[in-house]
């Protein structure tokens, strides 16, 4: 089993920044992508921000050249940068992590983080 713990949540002013972090434990061999989605009250869940390794990475028009996610393999952290904050990224923030791995030659499994609260006050 794999527990994430997710951190860096909260208020800030519009045109703040905030920096989330992700850390997921347990038996881990390798984790293939981890990513950030989020979800507003009253919308779909969506996808922010996913990072394979540095060079592959991925993100939702409305977050390019604000957001930043990173990876810090060792740490099986997922961090993501979030720059000149809009009301409109207000949301619960989720981490997911892709297809880990418990050995070499274990089937990858998907697992979701509890949420963090960003909010963004204009």
């Known amino acids: 089993q794999v527990q994430l713990v997710e951190s860096g949540g909260g208020l800030v002013q519009s045109g703040g920044s905030l920096r989330l972090s992700c850390a997921a434990s347990?038996?881990?061999?390798?984790?293939?992508?981890m990513g950030w989605h989020r979800q507003a009250p009253g919308k779909q869940r969506e996808l922010v921000a996913r990072?394979?390794?540095?060079?592959?990475?991925n993100y939702v028009d409305s977050v390019k050249g604000r957001f930043t996610i990173s990876r810090d393999n060792a740490k099986n952290t997922v961090y993501l940068q979030m720059n000149s904050l809009k009301p409109e990224d207000s949301a619960v923030y989720y981490c997911?992590?892709?297809?880990?791995?418990?050995?070499?030659?274990?089937?990858?499994?998907?697992?979701w983080g509890q949420g963090t609260q960003v909010t963004v006050s204009s």
């Open positions: 997911n992590v892709e297809q880990v791995r418990a050995t070499m030659f274990s089937t990858g499994r998907d697992y």
């Open positions: 347990g038996r881990i061999y390798s984790i293939y992508a």
């Open positions: 990072i394979i390794s540095s060079s592959s990475t």
